[in-house]
């Protein structure tokens, strides 16, 4: 089955840098990738998804890239701001209505 | 986006007992699924919920622990069975957007077991 390693487990960055974060997976079939936001006590929403028939997709700040050969998608945020603190987390799945199989997630703290 | 609504939002129970925890979805969806999210951690897929049938359940999973209902495409519980304080977790219901593929989360149900 579908395994997502995630990387790095924590980031801290200053208001206005960006922040990068890395995801592998290890089946070949997967085609969707979605990235979740998990603020405190609250459930994961959805931010930003990529299909494999797209390189690279962007919405405002946050961007994700896709390299289906080598299995490895990122999630870019540009001009961090404090509110973007939070756990992402990183999922693949075939589009074929299987579950998501997600990373074990980043702890992103902006400091101002 | 459809409406997940996801009940008990939270519980606390003692060991030994059982608790059911019931999703009900706005809209007819194809896949329900549940998930487990231990404190400080990942979301872990315990099972599939199929409509009409069985549920399918990942590896580390049984019925006998978990058992699933799906009785129609917008409906389905999940039974924490026999709970013991490893089975104190955040449990989440989630569906799949039968237009776009999307998966959303219901709100959880925060379980403490005693």
């Known amino acids: 089955g579908e395994n997502v390693e995630q990387h790095p487990s924590t980031l801290s960055v200053q208001e206005g840098d960006s922040a990068v974060i890395k995801c592998t997976y290890s089946d070949s079939a997967s085609n969707y990738f979605p990235w979740y936001k998990q603020e405190l006590g609250k459930r994961p929403q959805l931010i930003i998804d990529i299909r494999s028939n797209v390189g690279e997709k962007k919405d405002q700040r946050i961007a994700v890239t896709l390299n289906k050969t080598a299995k490895h998608f990122s999630l870019h945020i540009t001009e961090t701001q404090p509110e973007d603190s939070a756990v992402y987390f990183c999922a693949a799945s075939r589009m074929t209505g299987t579950a998501l199989i997600f990373g074990k997630g980043t702890t992103l703290s902006v400091s101002s | 986006s459809a409406v997940i609504s996801q009940k008990p939002s939270r519980d606390i129970c003692q060991r030994g007992t059982s608790l059911t925890i019931q999703c009900q979805v706005d809209s007819q969806v194809t896949m329900m699924f549940w998930y487990r999210q231990q404190p400080g951690q990942s979301l872990t897929l315990i099972a599939t919920?199929?409509?009409?049938?069985?549920?399918?359940?990942e590896s580390g999973f049984v019925i006998d622990k978990f058992p699933i209902s799906r009785p129609n495409l917008t409906f389905s519980t999940l039974t924490v069975s026999n709970m013991s304080p490893e089975d104190s977790s955040i449990y989440l219901c989630?569906?799949?957007?039968?237009?776009?593929?999307?998966?959303?989360f219901g709100s959880g149900t925060q379980l403490s077991v005693l």
């Open positions: 989630s569906v799949r957007d039968r237009v776009n593929e999307k998966l959303f």
């Open positions: 919920a199929n409509q009409g049938s069985e549920a399918t359940y």
